[in-house]
């Protein structure tokens, strides 16, 4: 340390200034470490092939467009009276996305996950710097940062205000960016158990029902009163950070200079108990034995009789067998269960409560199959490193499209009762009885579209699931995934078109009598596709399963 490479930067600059301690050093050199690490996790994952590098750009694209949508808008809104309830308001349901959102969805990669970083001799303290600056480095910063510059320019009159707003935007990046890490490292232990990922079921479904609360209050404002109506909650949102550093630019640029400076300091204090809490459960990682792999003393249960009753509805051979694997993965296996419990969750509730409202449309009630349908995606991904069992008898294509039969067959099982009783509620709610054949043979036909999606897309973009952490794909992947479901949809939607079309000129001609035809259409349709759909997917399947099982077993 004390050679004449490392001497000026030991001994401060020659004109005499404080040198740095060699804590201060360490510190500076881990944060940079981490950083390159984090870049070279970044470039080893874009450089496996060209539809990683495509799958991530076309993701940053996506991402850039909307945050620079956000920004124009916020622009626009500069001088306008509602300008203060937007901005606080859209602060604080970002920061709840940071709080949440890299719990259940695609996010994470190994310079942010703490339990890898316990064998190390490394101290919280400098580690928490250091993980916080490589946090800044991603798709998800660069979205908040250029949503706060916006907020900051819509809030922003005057000099005082524009200088109150650069510490603003700096605040709220480094907030936002802290709750997420506190929240993850506090939740690690807790999801690395059984009892803990099965609460991640419960969680999924907060979120579910907390969406539909928004959408229905967005409803409500727009009905009674309009943005007047939030002018108490704005009021509290000044006070609340991290949207507080927002309230302050407001504040400022219309004089209050004591109440932004006060504004700051609460969101400054709450950045400050963040990371406190943040290097508190660091230490507690580093430091406490990890009690949940300790397995429960006690006699082994055996299966209830569900597997038996459950069984008649399966068909023979290998198809019921790989149908019956998926089921009890679904039941058993934690992060399974939560998307099987979010979907059901979502299918229901957007129908439902909006026809609860008589605001919605019969229509809805597709999004019961659309929901579950979504789980027919990434179907290797969900077996894991187990998949090597299910490849190691897999040697020819009818092989593949028994295996994926099963599958699709599990989904079928649930989904088909699910939808049916989805589109009569939903029915009964709106008193429109003569639209429930249509909607049921529609969600029909977007289920068979779905599962030859699906199955296609499992093929063609598997991608790993970690066992561990609430990161639901691996890292480098999370653009994959995006666009493995997203590009499924679009093309289940232009299969459905053919039956979409026909049901516009069923209404538009009026011949609604022969609505009822869209019943036994749809679910011919859907069948076809579904079986089409798992042949062609079957070659593909067979033919891929060495880059297919290194995909899966990357987490």
Same mark, same amino acid.
């Given at each position: 340390?004390?050679?004449?490479?490392?001497?000026?930067?030991?001994?401060?600059?020659?004109?005499?200034?404080?040198?740095?301690?060699?804590?201060?050093?360490? /510190?500076?050199?881990? /944060?940079?470490?981490? *950083?390159?690490?984090?870049?070279?996790?970044?470039?080893?994952? $874009?450089?496996?092939?060209?539809?990683?590098?495509?799958?991530?750009?076309?993701?940053?694209?996506?991402?850039?467009?909307?945050?620079?949508?956000?920004?124009?808008? =916020? !622009?626009?809104?500069?001088?306008? &009276?509602?300008?203060?309830?937007?901005?606080?308001?859209?602060?604080?349901?970002?920061? $709840?996305?940071?709080?949440?959102?890299?719990?259940?969805?695609?996010?994470?990669?190994?310079?942010?996950?703490? /339990?890898?970083?316990?064998?190390?001799?490394?101290?919280?303290?400098?580690?928490?710097?250091?993980?916080?600056?490589?946090?800044?480095?991603?798709?998800?910063? +660069?979205?908040? +940062?250029?949503?706060?510059?916006?907020?900051?320019?819509?809030?922003?009159?005057?000099?005082?205000?524009? !200088?109150?707003?650069?510490?603003?935007?700096? =605040?709220?990046?480094?907030?936002?960016?802290?709750?997420?890490? !506190?929240?993850?490292?506090?939740?690690?232990?807790?999801?690395?158990?059984?009892?803990?990922?099965?609460?991640?079921?419960?969680?999924?479904?907060?979120?579910?029902?907390?969406?539909?609360?928004?959408?229905?209050?967005?409803?409500?404002? @727009?009905?009674?009163?309009?943005?007047?109506?939030?002018?108490?909650?704005?009021?509290? =949102?000044?006070?609340?950070?991290?949207?507080?550093?927002?309230?302050?630019?407001?504040?400022?640029?219309?004089?209050?200079?004591?109440?932004?400076?006060?504004?700051?300091?609460?969101?400054?204090?709450?950045?400050?108990?963040?990371?406190?809490?943040?290097?508190?459960?660091?230490?507690?990682?580093? /430091?406490?034995?990890?009690?949940? #792999?300790?397995?429960?003393?006690?006699?082994?249960?055996?299966?209830?009789?569900?597997?038996?009753?459950?069984?008649?509805?399966?068909?023979?051979?290998?198809?019921?067998? &790989?149908?019956?694997?998926?089921?009890?993965?679904?039941?058993?296996?934690?992060? #399974?269960?939560?998307?099987?419990?979010?979907?059901?969750?979502?299918?229901?509730?957007?129908?439902?409560?909006?026809?609860?409202?008589?605001?919605?449309?019969?229509?809805?009630?597709?999004?019961?199959?659309?929901?579950?349908?979504?789980?027919?995606?990434?179907?290797?991904?969900?077996?894991?490193?187990?998949?090597?069992?299910?490849? %190691?008898?897999?040697?020819?294509?009818?092989?593949?499209?028994?295996?994926?039969? @099963?599958?699709?067959?599990?989904?079928? *099982?649930?989904?088909?009762?699910?939808?049916?009783?989805?589109?009569?509620?939903?029915?009964?709610? =709106? @008193?429109?009885?003569?639209?429930?054949?249509?909607?049921?043979?529609?969600?029909?036909?977007?289920?068979?579209?779905?599962?030859?999606?699906?199955?296609?897309?499992?093929?063609?973009?598997?991608?790993?699931?970690?066992?561990?952490?609430?990161?639901?794909?691996?890292?480098?992947?999370?653009?994959? %995934?995006?666009?493995?479901?997203?590009?499924?949809?679009?093309?289940?939607? $232009?299969?459905?078109?053919? +039956?979409?079309?026909? !049901?516009?000129?069923?209404?538009?001609?009026?011949?609604?009598?022969?609505?009822?035809?869209?019943?036994?259409?749809?679910?011919?349709?859907?069948?076809?596709?579904?079986?089409?759909?798992?042949?062609?997917? &079957?070659?593909?399947?067979?033919?891929?399963?060495?880059?297919?099982?290194? &995909? *899966?077993?990357?987490?």
């Amino acid at each position: 340390m004390s050679g004449t490479a490392n001497g000026p930067a030991l001994h401060g600059p020659v004109t005499g200034g404080p040198a740095p301690t060699a804590a201060e050093v360490g /510190t500076a050199r881990l /944060t940079a470490l981490m *950083v390159r690490l984090k870049l070279t996790l970044l470039g080893n994952g $874009l450089r496996r092939s060209a539809g990683h590098r495509a799958a991530y750009v076309a993701s940053l694209v996506l991402v850039l467009l909307v945050a620079v949508g956000q920004l124009a808008g =916020l !622009t626009l809104l500069r001088g306008s &009276a509602h300008a203060p309830a937007v901005v606080l308001l859209l602060t604080e349901v970002l920061a $709840l996305g940071w709080a949440v959102m890299p719990l259940f969805f695609p996010s994470g990669d190994e310079t942010l996950d703490p /339990t890898r970083l316990v064998m190390l001799p490394l101290r919280p303290a400098p580690l928490v710097r250091a993980l916080l600056v490589s946090s800044l480095v991603g798709i998800g910063p +660069l979205f908040t +940062l250029l949503l706060a510059a916006g907020s900051v320019v819509a809030l922003a009159h005057g000099a005082a205000a524009w !200088t109150v707003g650069v510490v603003a935007l700096v =605040l709220v990046l480094l907030t936002c960016v802290a709750l997420a890490r !506190t929240v993850a490292a506090a939740n690690t232990r807790l999801l690395s158990s059984r009892r803990g990922r099965d609460l991640a079921v419960a969680s999924g479904l907060i979120i579910a029902v907390g969406a539909q609360v928004v959408n229905l209050a967005a409803q409500r404002l @727009g009905q009674v009163g309009g943005m007047d109506r939030l002018d108490p909650l704005v009021d509290v =949102l000044h006070w609340l950070p991290p949207a507080s550093a927002l309230g302050a630019v407001h504040s400022a640029g219309a004089g209050s200079y004591g109440r932004a400076a006060l504004q700051l300091a609460l969101c400054a204090a709450m950045l400050a108990a963040l990371l406190v809490m943040w290097r508190r459960s660091l230490t507690k990682l580093m /430091t406490a034995p990890d009690g949940s #792999t300790l397995a429960a003393a006690g006699p082994k249960r055996r299966d209830s009789g569900r597997s038996g009753a459950a069984s008649r509805l399966l068909p023979p051979g290998r198809p019921g067998t &790989a149908a019956a694997r998926t089921l009890r993965y679904v039941w058993r296996d934690p992060k #399974t269960k939560a998307g099987w419990v979010t979907s059901l969750a979502v299918g229901l509730l957007v129908p439902v409560v909006n026809a609860a409202q008589g605001s919605g449309s019969v229509y809805f009630a597709c999004f019961a199959a659309g929901m579950l349908g979504m789980q027919m995606y990434n179907q290797f991904g969900q077996d894991g490193s187990a998949f090597w069992m299910v490849a %190691a008898t897999i040697s020819s294509p009818r092989d593949a499209f028994l295996e994926l039969c @099963g599958r699709a067959w599990a989904l079928a *099982v649930v989904t088909v009762p699910y939808a049916a009783l989805v589109s009569a509620l939903t029915s009964a709610l =709106l @008193g429109r009885w003569q639209g429930l054949p249509e909607v049921m043979g529609l969600s029909f036909a977007l289920l068979g579209a779905m599962i030859a999606t699906g199955a296609w897309s499992s093929a063609a973009f598997p991608y790993s699931i970690p066992q561990e952490g609430f990161k639901n794909v691996a890292p480098g992947q999370a653009g994959l %995934a995006w666009m493995s479901i997203m590009g499924g949809m679009v093309a289940a939607a $232009l299969i459905c078109a053919p +039956l979409l079309g026909l !049901t516009i000129w069923l209404h538009l001609s009026g011949a609604t009598s022969w609505s009822w035809l869209l019943l036994p259409l749809g679910t011919a349709y859907g069948t076809a596709a579904a079986l089409l759909g798992l042949r062609l997917s &079957a070659p593909r399947t067979a033919a891929r399963l060495p880059e297919i099982l290194a &995909a *899966v077993s990357r987490g």
